[in-house]
């Protein structure tokens, strides 16, 4: 038995179980945004703003949905502009993480595994331009998670995929916070606040809408692109 080939198997295995466990516990999890919100509130801001990235980085590791309650616990705590810097740094931070905890587990069995057309799809992804890449990331797409991981299994460079982290994240991170500190708290309990915001807000409504035409634009580019 080639031991390589062995070792790389039991680490793909335990990245696809840890994923499964990860997701399956935090299922029991209930974050809660006051239990976020009411302590953050009371330190100085620098110290908030540093235990919001540490708690944001640890706990969406472990609780694969719990993005959207730091997002909206982030825009009521430090306004938009702030709770985008720190989105933006933790998802940095996680970028890293995820992208080289699937390297290390899961790259060597991809490798080893694939064969003909699926080796030349390996080669294609890992090959894909930093402009696709930027794409990716500015536009609300693919789960940031599932890209760190995806980018980990091929053979790309972590340089190129960190600078399309960089260039391509903050302006959705931006969107969405603006947006959440606009419609606040009620976006939980009030299915309609989302829309009220926009019929009181034209210019956002407009961006929005800008926004996402360009994301369909990117959609139909990215079947056609994938489809040849």
């Known amino acids: 038995m080639d031991l390589k080939k062995y070792k790389s ?83 940095a931070l996680n970028a890293c993480i995820l992208f080289y905890c699937s390297r290390y587990l899961g790259r060597a069995y991809v490798r080893d595994s694939l064969s003909g057309k699926y080796q030349r799809l390996d080669e294609q992804l890992g090959g894909i331009s930093l402009f696709w890449l930027f794409i990716f990331r500015a536009a609300p797409l693919i789960p940031y998670r599932f890209l760190d991981m995806a980018a980990g299994l091929t053979r790309m460079r972590f340089s190129k995929y960190f600078a399309a982290v960089l260039l391509g994240s903050f302006l959705k991170i931006f969107w969405i916070q603006f947006i959440l500190y606009g419609v606040g708290e009620s976006v939980i309990s009030n299915p309609n606040a989302l829309f009220d915001y926009f019929l009181n807000n034209q210019p956002v409504f407009l961006f929005s809408l800008l926004y996402l035409v360009l994301v369909g634009m990117v959609i139909y580019k990215i079947r056609k692109k994938f489809k040849t």
């Open 9 to 91: 198997g039991i680490g793909f295995i335990l990245l696809v179980l840890g994923i499964f466990l990860l997701w399956y516990l935090g299922r029991f999890l209930h974050l809660d945004i006051q239990a976020i919100r009411k302590p953050l509130e009371s330190f100085p801001l620098f110290v908030s703003s540093f235990v919001f990235v540490i708690l944001y980085v640890v706990v969406t590791f472990f609780v694969f949905f719990s993005k959207d309650i730091f997002y909206l616990a982030g825009a009521l705590i430090f306004g938009p502009y702030l709770s985008a810097v720190l989105i933006f740094i933790s998802e």
